[in-house]
Protein backbone atom coordinates (compact mmCIF):
# COMPACT_ATOMS: atom_id res chain seq x y z
CA UNK A 1 0.00 0.00 0.00
CA UNK A 2 1.41 3.46 -0.51
CA UNK A 3 2.88 5.38 2.32
CA UNK A 4 1.30 8.46 3.14
CA UNK A 5 4.43 10.43 2.84
CA UNK A 6 4.25 9.47 -0.87
CA UNK A 7 0.63 10.33 -1.43
CA UNK A 8 1.55 13.58 0.13
CA UNK A 9 4.34 14.45 -2.35
CA UNK A 10 2.16 13.18 -5.45
CA UNK A 11 -0.16 15.90 -4.25
CA UNK A 12 2.37 18.67 -3.90
CA UNK A 13 3.16 17.81 -7.89
CA UNK A 14 -0.67 17.68 -8.99
CA UNK A 15 -1.80 20.42 -11.97
CA UNK A 16 -5.37 19.24 -12.16
CA UNK A 17 -7.32 22.47 -11.89
CA UNK A 18 -5.89 25.46 -14.15
CA UNK A 19 -7.25 28.14 -12.43
CA UNK A 20 -5.59 27.33 -9.34
CA UNK A 21 -2.51 26.01 -11.18
CA UNK A 22 -2.22 29.97 -12.31
CA UNK A 23 -3.38 31.69 -9.13
CA UNK A 24 -0.83 29.72 -6.88
CA UNK A 25 1.74 30.26 -8.99
CA UNK A 26 0.97 34.12 -9.73
CA UNK A 27 0.48 34.54 -6.17
CA UNK A 28 4.32 32.73 -5.61
CA UNK A 29 5.40 35.14 -8.14
CA UNK A 30 4.37 38.78 -7.07
CA UNK A 31 4.52 37.92 -3.27
CA UNK A 32 3.25 39.98 -0.65
CA UNK A 33 5.12 43.11 0.02
CA UNK A 34 5.86 41.85 3.85
CA UNK A 35 7.32 38.63 2.47
CA UNK A 36 9.10 39.86 -0.77
CA UNK A 37 12.39 38.76 0.40
CA UNK A 38 11.02 34.69 0.79
CA UNK A 39 10.70 32.28 -1.67
CA UNK A 40 7.38 30.79 -2.11
CA UNK A 41 5.89 27.44 -2.64
CA UNK A 42 3.37 27.86 -4.62
CA UNK A 43 2.34 24.53 -5.48
CA UNK A 44 -0.14 22.26 -3.46
CA UNK A 45 0.29 21.80 0.02
CA UNK A 46 -0.65 18.01 1.42
CA UNK A 47 -1.96 17.62 4.76
CA UNK A 48 0.49 17.40 8.00
CA UNK A 49 0.67 15.78 10.85
CA UNK A 50 1.70 12.30 11.66
CA UNK A 51 0.82 8.77 9.50
CA UNK A 52 -1.07 6.74 12.62
CA UNK A 53 -3.50 10.16 13.30
CA UNK A 54 -6.19 9.20 15.56
CA UNK A 55 -7.66 12.67 14.80
CA UNK A 56 -8.47 14.40 11.32
CA UNK A 57 -8.93 18.03 11.40
CA UNK A 58 -10.40 18.92 7.49
CA UNK A 59 -10.39 22.68 6.23
CA UNK A 60 -10.84 24.49 3.76
CA UNK A 61 -8.21 25.04 1.30
CA UNK A 62 -4.60 26.75 1.74
CA UNK A 63 -4.01 30.88 2.10
CA UNK A 64 -2.81 32.28 -0.60
CA UNK A 65 -0.23 34.00 1.64
CA UNK A 66 -0.29 31.27 4.16
CA UNK A 67 0.10 27.52 3.09
CA UNK A 68 0.69 28.83 -0.26
CA UNK A 69 3.91 30.84 1.25
CA UNK A 70 5.15 28.59 4.06
CA UNK A 71 5.53 25.24 2.59
CA UNK A 72 8.94 24.92 1.37
CA UNK A 73 9.62 21.54 1.31
CA UNK A 74 7.81 18.11 1.53
CA UNK A 75 5.75 17.66 3.32
CA UNK A 76 5.09 21.42 3.95
CA UNK A 77 3.05 22.88 7.29
CA UNK A 78 -0.66 22.11 5.68
CA UNK A 79 -3.15 24.48 5.46
CA UNK A 80 -3.36 26.73 8.37
CA UNK A 81 0.84 27.93 8.53
CA UNK A 82 1.52 31.11 8.73
CA UNK A 83 -1.87 32.49 8.57
CA UNK A 84 -4.64 34.30 11.35
CA UNK A 85 -6.67 31.05 11.06
CA UNK A 86 -3.76 29.09 11.83
CA UNK A 87 -3.07 31.28 14.98
CA UNK A 88 -6.81 30.44 16.11
CA UNK A 89 -6.55 26.67 15.37
CA UNK A 90 -3.49 25.90 16.37
CA UNK A 91 -3.69 27.90 20.07
CA UNK A 92 -6.42 25.65 20.66
CA UNK A 93 -4.49 22.63 19.71
CA UNK A 94 -1.80 23.70 21.91
CA UNK A 95 -4.55 24.41 24.87
CA UNK A 96 -5.94 21.07 25.22
CA UNK A 97 -2.69 19.46 24.59
CA UNK A 98 -2.63 18.44 21.07
CA UNK A 99 0.12 20.44 19.94
CA UNK A 100 3.78 21.02 20.87
CA UNK A 101 3.34 25.15 20.54
CA UNK A 102 0.74 27.35 20.05
CA UNK A 103 1.98 28.36 16.90
CA UNK A 104 2.82 27.60 13.42
CA UNK A 105 4.84 30.19 11.20
CA UNK A 106 7.08 27.72 9.03
CA UNK A 107 8.37 24.86 7.95
CA UNK A 108 11.31 24.79 10.30
CA UNK A 109 9.45 26.13 13.61
CA UNK A 110 9.46 22.74 15.62
CA UNK A 111 5.76 22.17 15.75
CA UNK A 112 4.08 18.77 16.26
CA UNK A 113 0.45 17.53 16.16
CA UNK A 114 0.36 14.40 18.96
CA UNK A 115 -1.91 12.16 17.48
CA UNK A 116 -3.63 14.70 15.18
CA UNK A 117 -3.34 15.54 11.15
CA UNK A 118 -4.49 18.24 9.48
CA UNK A 119 -5.84 18.42 5.68
CA UNK A 120 -7.86 19.58 3.82
CA UNK A 121 -10.31 19.17 0.76
CA UNK A 122 -8.42 21.67 -1.86
CA UNK A 123 -5.22 21.79 -1.73
CA UNK A 124 -4.09 24.60 -3.67
CA UNK A 125 -4.86 28.35 -2.80
CA UNK A 126 -7.98 29.42 -4.64
CA UNK A 127 -8.41 32.85 -5.94
CA UNK A 128 -10.65 35.15 -2.63
CA UNK A 129 -10.36 31.97 -0.89
CA UNK A 130 -12.97 30.34 -2.34
CA UNK A 131 -12.12 27.29 -4.62
CA UNK A 132 -15.11 25.95 -6.73
CA UNK A 133 -17.59 22.59 -6.48
CA UNK A 134 -15.65 21.94 -9.27
CA UNK A 135 -12.50 22.01 -8.04
CA UNK A 136 -13.55 20.24 -5.09
CA UNK A 137 -14.66 17.45 -6.42
CA UNK A 138 -11.48 16.99 -8.59
CA UNK A 139 -9.60 17.17 -5.57
CA UNK A 140 -11.63 14.46 -3.80
CA UNK A 141 -9.48 12.14 -4.59
CA UNK A 142 -6.57 12.81 -2.80
CA UNK A 143 -8.69 13.42 0.55
CA UNK A 144 -10.14 9.70 -0.16
CA UNK A 145 -6.71 8.18 -0.54
CA UNK A 146 -5.87 10.03 2.28
CA UNK A 147 -8.52 8.25 4.73
CA UNK A 148 -7.62 5.21 3.17
CA UNK A 149 -3.97 5.22 4.28
CA UNK A 150 -5.39 6.59 7.68
CA UNK A 151 -8.02 3.94 8.38
CA UNK A 152 -6.07 1.62 10.59
CA UNK A 153 -5.83 4.49 12.88
CA UNK A 154 -8.35 7.34 12.48
CA UNK A 155 -11.51 7.45 15.04
CA UNK A 156 -12.74 10.90 15.45
CA UNK A 157 -12.64 13.70 11.85
CA UNK A 158 -13.66 17.34 12.66
CA UNK A 159 -14.53 19.47 9.60
CA UNK A 160 -13.97 23.07 9.96
CA UNK A 161 -17.03 24.75 7.94
CA UNK A 162 -19.51 23.33 5.06
CA UNK A 163 -17.74 23.13 2.50
CA UNK A 164 -15.42 20.82 4.40
CA UNK A 165 -18.41 18.74 5.37
CA UNK A 166 -19.62 18.64 1.82
CA UNK A 167 -16.49 17.13 0.58
CA UNK A 168 -15.81 14.89 3.25
CA UNK A 169 -19.15 12.78 3.66
CA UNK A 170 -18.66 11.59 0.46
CA UNK A 171 -14.72 10.73 0.88
CA UNK A 172 -15.62 8.91 3.75
CA UNK A 173 -18.18 6.85 2.08
CA UNK A 174 -15.93 6.54 -1.26
CA UNK A 175 -13.18 5.71 1.53
CA UNK A 176 -15.22 2.57 3.41
CA UNK A 177 -17.72 4.12 6.15
CA UNK A 178 -20.93 4.31 6.41
CA UNK A 179 -22.60 7.81 6.17
CA UNK A 180 -26.36 8.21 7.31
CA UNK A 181 -28.71 8.64 4.78
CA UNK A 182 -29.84 11.32 4.19
CA UNK A 183 -26.83 13.06 4.76
CA UNK A 184 -26.39 14.44 7.82
CA UNK A 185 -26.46 18.79 7.35
CA UNK A 186 -24.03 20.62 8.82
CA UNK A 187 -23.88 22.42 12.08
CA UNK A 188 -21.26 23.25 14.90
CA UNK A 189 -21.42 21.02 17.05
CA UNK A 190 -22.62 18.18 14.93
CA UNK A 191 -21.49 14.97 15.76
CA UNK A 192 -22.42 11.71 14.06
CA UNK A 193 -21.33 8.37 14.69
CA UNK A 194 -20.33 6.47 11.31
CA UNK A 195 -19.97 2.53 11.42
CA UNK A 196 -17.49 0.85 9.66
CA UNK A 197 -17.69 -1.55 6.78
CA UNK A 198 -17.34 -5.63 6.49
CA UNK A 199 -14.37 -6.69 5.45
CA UNK A 200 -10.99 -8.05 5.52
CA UNK A 201 -9.10 -4.94 7.49
CA UNK A 202 -11.65 -4.91 9.81
CA UNK A 203 -12.17 -1.25 9.45
CA UNK A 204 -13.67 0.34 12.42
CA UNK A 205 -16.16 3.31 12.86
CA UNK A 206 -15.33 6.65 13.60
CA UNK A 207 -17.31 10.19 15.35
CA UNK A 208 -17.64 13.06 12.96
CA UNK A 209 -17.70 16.21 14.19
CA UNK A 210 -18.71 20.03 12.61
CA UNK A 211 -17.45 23.03 13.72
CA UNK A 212 -17.21 26.64 12.41
CA UNK A 213 -14.08 27.23 10.23
CA UNK A 214 -11.21 29.07 12.16
CA UNK A 215 -11.85 32.07 9.20
CA UNK A 216 -10.90 35.75 10.47
CA UNK A 217 -14.68 36.48 9.21
CA UNK A 218 -15.95 33.60 12.15
CA UNK A 219 -13.32 34.87 14.64
CA UNK A 220 -13.07 38.87 14.86
CA UNK A 221 -17.00 38.69 14.89
CA UNK A 222 -17.09 35.97 17.47
CA UNK A 223 -19.28 33.50 15.26
CA UNK A 224 -16.44 31.00 16.66
CA UNK A 225 -14.69 31.97 19.61
CA UNK A 226 -11.65 30.32 21.41
CA UNK A 227 -13.83 28.50 23.78
CA UNK A 228 -16.07 27.00 21.05
CA UNK A 229 -13.07 25.55 19.46
CA UNK A 230 -11.94 24.57 22.27
CA UNK A 231 -15.00 22.27 23.15
CA UNK A 232 -15.03 20.71 19.85
CA UNK A 233 -11.01 19.91 19.89
CA UNK A 234 -11.15 18.34 22.97
CA UNK A 235 -14.48 15.95 22.25
CA UNK A 236 -12.89 14.87 19.67
CA UNK A 237 -9.70 14.09 21.14
CA UNK A 238 -11.56 11.82 23.77
CA UNK A 239 -13.85 10.13 21.31
CA UNK A 240 -10.31 9.40 19.51
CA UNK A 241 -8.94 8.09 21.87
CA UNK A 242 -5.99 10.33 22.78
CA UNK A 243 -5.38 11.77 26.14
CA UNK A 244 -4.87 15.17 25.47
CA UNK A 245 -2.74 17.26 28.15
CA UNK A 246 -4.35 20.69 28.45
CA UNK A 247 -1.62 23.70 28.81
CA UNK A 248 -2.46 25.86 31.67
CA UNK A 249 -2.31 29.77 30.67
Not at 10 to 29: H, N, S, T
Not at 114 to 135: D, F, L, M, Q, S
Not at 144 to 155: A, M, S
Request: glycine share 12%; aromatic share 6%.
Amino acid sequence: MEALADLDARIAGCRACPRLVAWREEVARTKRAAFADQTYWGRPVPGFGPSDARLLIVGLAPAAHGGNRTGLGVPPLGEFTGDRSGDVLYRALYDVGLASQPTSVAVDDGLELYGVRVTAPVHCAPPANKPTPGERETCRAWLVQELRLLRPTVRAVVVLGAFGWQATLPALAEAGWRVPRPRPAFAHGARVALDGLDGPDGLAGLELFGCFHVSQRNTFTGRLTPAMLRAVLATAATAAGLPGMPHEG
